[in-house]
């Protein structure tokens, strides 16, 4: 049976224990909450414009039926010609665009016949070779529309140049602040390299104009690339020393 004076001091002891338990874990945190002296945080960009490379021009031909078995039939064969053709170029190639089929309705909402739209995208870094090709396309299909893009290996040879220059930015930004909050030097804690940048894609749409199954027009479409801005980025810390 304990009494009353060990039962005292095993209180005392809990206590002591307690406290002491508390005081470190309130040390502990208060290691855990101070922010390192000297520590900068920065970042730096570099970017430029690249001129783009692709160029991707969409034709397409539109026809009016009285079923839609007939109509699509009809797509189907001008669109496969005009890839047909547009396969022995080369330099350049030619994909299926969109294709759609829909009812047109008389005032009393009836369907009276059906019309349809197809399309041929040809992709080119060859502008020359690409405009030619519309042009003597256009016989049996229209100009839609011609945009230009920024072709994924000329983005990254942008882009290795880039980032020499933002970490090289970076750097001078981190000794000109360390020097002028009074330190000598300085190294690099973190640091992150963003890839990127905007991708307009300018477009140039032509006027649509009706054309006879006949009509030729062989004379290449005038275009110009425009360009497109590629940014680097490059952010982190550094700690600045004596």
Do not use: C
């Amino acid at each position: 049976m304990i009494n009353k004076k060990t039962a005292a001091a095993l209180a005392l002891l809990a206590m002591s224990g307690a406290a002491l338990s508390f005081t470190q874990t309130a040390a502990a945190q208060t290691v855990i909450n101070q922010q390192p002296a000297g520590v900068l945080s920065l970042s730096a960009q570099s970017s430029a414009q690249v001129p783009q490379d692709v160029v991707s021009i969409t034709l397409f031909y539109e026809q009016e039926a009285a079923d839609p078995s007939s109509l699509t039939n009809t797509l189907n064969q001008r669109a496969e010609a005009a890839l047909r053709e547009a396969k022995g170029v080369d330099g350049v190639t030619a994909k299926s665009g969109s294709f759609t089929v829909y009812p047109s309705t008389d005032r009393d909402g009836k369907i009276s016949a059906w019309r349809g739209r197809t399309e041929v995208v040809l992709e080119s870094h060859d502008f020359a070779a690409a405009s030619k090709l519309a042009g003597k396309m256009s016989s049996s299909m229209q100009v839609g529309s011609v945009a230009f893009s920024l072709s994924p290996e000329a983005q990254r040879t942008a882009e290795q140049k880039l980032v020499t220059q933002a970490i090289d930015s970076f750097r001078k930004q981190a000794q000109t602040a360390a020097q002028a909050f009074g330190y000598s030097n300085f190294t690099i804690r973190e640091v992150n390299i963003g890839r990127g940048g905007i991708q307009p894609r300018p477009v140039m749409m032509m006027q649509s104009r009706a054309m006879s199954a006949d009509a030729k027009m062989a004379a290449p479409i005038a275009m110009e690339a425009g360009t497109t801005t590629v940014t680097v980025d490059v952010n982190g810390s550094v700690q600045m020393g004596r």
